[in-house]
T-cell receptor, first 115, second 114 residues
Framework: EAGVTQSPTHLIKTRGQQATLRCSPISGHTSVYWYQQALGLGLQFLLWYDEGEERNRGNFPPRFSGRQFPNYSSELNVNALELEDSALYLC??????????????FGEGSWLTVV | AQSVTQPDIHITVSEGASLELRCNYSYGATPYLFWYVQSPGQGLQLLLKYFSGDTLVQGIKGFEAEFKRSQSSFNLRKPSVHWSDAAEYFCAVGGYSSASKIIFGSGTRLSIRP
């Protein structure tokens, strides 16, 4: 069974540009989560989608946005990139978290470098 | 407010020695708890999880963790570490209510001394 897959693996952008990161959840999983892992800052919760709807959002500015598609895949968009957006972006998936208690499984991450 | 504290930023132990990584949580309701491991440049792998029942949980790679409600702790242990255990370890907490997100601790980096 395929795990959570993310693309691209690495992405280099310049300040002010937009970045789009993609995530395919494990088959059967309807919840998708995005986390930012910047150097020295641990895992910061960004967004949680379930059944196509945004369920929760972390303390990030509106230029961080995303969506979930009917096939439950998801994309994260970061507009007006800033240098401090450079980080590893991790996607995770689980069975519907609205029932609570489900384990989340992570992908390998997408490295975003802003220069 | 929900929070997870991993008080040790970096721990070094000798290969073959025992290991205990600390995790304390603050949660207003019955939590469920996880430990994940992250090798350099990679995603997070689930080591073990506690939802209910037996407070001593066995995981992969010889790890175990004990849930102590009275101490709000969920410490990770391994009786004898291997060089391949060098990695970053994250404790996480979630809740049983809908729309509760999983909160991660800041991580503990484990180094192994040959």
């Amino acid at each position: 069974e395929a795990g959570v897959t993310q693309s691209p693996t690495h992405l280099i952008k310049t300040r002010g540009q937009q970045a789009t990161l993609r995530c395919s959840p494990i088959s059967g999983h309807t919840s998708v989560y995005w986390y930012q892992q910047a150097l020295g800052l641990g895992l910061q919760f960004l967004l949680w989608y379930d059944e196509g709807e945004e369920r929760n959002r972390g303390n990030f500015p509106p230029r961080f946005s995303g969506r979930q598609f009917p096939n439950y895949s998801s994309e994260l968009n970061v507009n007006a990139l800033e240098l401090e957006d450079s980080a590893l972006y991790l996607c995770a998936s689980s069975l519907s978290q609205t029932t609570a208690g489900n384990t989340i499984y992570f992908g390998e991450g997408s490295w975003l470098t802003v220069v | 407010a929900q929070s997870v504290t991993q008080p040790d930023i970096h721990i070094t132990v000798s290969e073959g020695a025992s290991l205990e990584l600390r995790c304390n949580y603050s949660y207003g309701a019955t939590p469920y708890l996880f430990w994940y491991v992250q090798s350099p440049g990679q995603g997070l792998q689930l080591l073990l999880k506690y939802f209910s029942g037996d407070t001593l949980v066995q995981g992969i790679k010889g790890f175990e963790a004990e849930f102590k409600r009275s101490q709000s702790s969920f410490n990770l242990r391994k009786p004898s570490v291997h060089w391949s255990d060098a990695a970053e370890y994250f404790c996480a907490v979630g809740g049983y209510s809908s729309a509760s997100k999983i909160i991660f601790g800041s991580g503990t980096r484990l180094s192994i001394r040959p």
